[in-house]
C-alpha cells in the first residue's frame, strides 16, 4: 500500500472494510493498533463481528479487562513443545457490555495465557481481546482457533516473514510511491520463495541461501516468469 506510519495503515484498515459488500456475520481479527472506536463500528455496521487485541494503546480499556481477569486462575491445557520451548496455554471468556466497558458492540473479552519454558527458566504472559460475539457464540477451543488463527496467519506468515525475515519496519523511506513498491516487491517475492524455501525447512534459511548465492535467486525469479 502507499503510504507509511500506524495512521495510514489503520485507515487503509478501515477504508478496506468499508469497501466490503457485506461480511455477512464474518469475524474481523485485528492487533491492538485497531483496536479501535471507529473501527469497531464500521465492522458491525457491515455486518460482522470483531475479535480485537487489547493492549496499552488502550489503557483504560486494558485495565478494565484485567480486573475482569484477575481473580480468575487459568487452567492450562496439555504442554507441548513448540520452537524450541514447552508451552502450556490456558483461555478464559467473560461476558461484557458496551456501556460497562466503554467500548462499542462489545459483548465478550478473552484472556489467553501462554507458560513457556526454555532451558529451564519459565516464562507467563497474557494476551486479552475484545469481541463483540456474545460470551457463549463460541466453545473456548473455538475462541482459541479464532485467535490462534489471526496470529498463526496474518502475524507470523505474513507480518514476522516480511518484518522480522525481511526487515520490513526498518524503511526509513518517507516517499509513499517507494515504499509501496517496496511492498509489493516484498509481496512478489514471498509468493515466489513459499514452495521453494521448502528444502531449506525456514525462511530465515532460505534467505541467507540466497544471499550467500546470487545466482539462486536470479534463477529463482526466471523460473517464476
Known amino acids: 500500500k502507499k503510504g507509511e506510519g500506524e495512521t495510514c495503515e489503520l485507515k487503509s484498515s478501515q477504508k478496506l472494510i468499508r469497501e466490503q459488500v457485506v461480511l455477512d456475520g464474518k469475524t474481523v481479527t485485528a492487533d491492538a493498533l485497531h483496536n479501535q472506536h471507529k473501527t469497531a463500528r464500521i465492522i458491525i455496521e457491515k455486518g460482522g463481528n470483531y475479535l480485537l487485541q487489547v493492549k496499552g494503546n488502550q489503557g483504560n480499556l486494558l485495565k478494565h479487562i484485567e480486573e475482569v481477569f484477575a481473580s480468575i486462575a487459568p487452567r492450562y491445557g496439555l504442554a507441548k513443545k513448540a520452537h524450541g520451548r514447552i508451552e502450556q496455554r490456558a ?3 467473560a461476558q461484557t457490555h458496551a456501556m460497562w466497558i ?4 462489545a459483548r465478550s473479552v478473552v484472556a489467553i495465557w501462554l507458560k513457556s519454558e526454555r532451558n529451564g527458566k519459565e516464562t507467563i504472559a497474557v494476551r486479552y481481546y475484545i469481541s463483540s460475539h456474545e460470551l457463549d457464540d463460541h466453545s473456548k477451543a473455538k475462541w482459541h ?3 490462534r488463527g489471526h496470529w498463526g496467519g496474518v ?10 525475515v525481511w526487515c520490513e519496519d526498518a524503511t526509513r523511506s518517507r516517499n509513499p510511491n517507494l515504499v509501496g513498491n517496496l511492498a509489493l516487491l516484498r509481496n512478489a517475492l514471498l509468493s515466489i520463495a513459499e514452495q521453494e524455501r521448502i528444502a531449506y525447512g525456514s525462511l530465515p534459511a532460505f534467505t541467507e541461501a540466497m544471499q550467500a548465492n546470487q545466482k539462486l535467486p536470479f534463477n529463482l525469479i526466471t523460473k517464476a516468469l
Open 155 to 164: 502475524e507470523n506468515r505474513n507480518h514476522w516473514s516480511r518484518d522480522a
Open 145 to 147: 482457533l479464532l485467535i
Open 102 to 105: 466503554g467500548f462499542p458492540h
Open 91 to 93: 483461555i478464559a471468556v
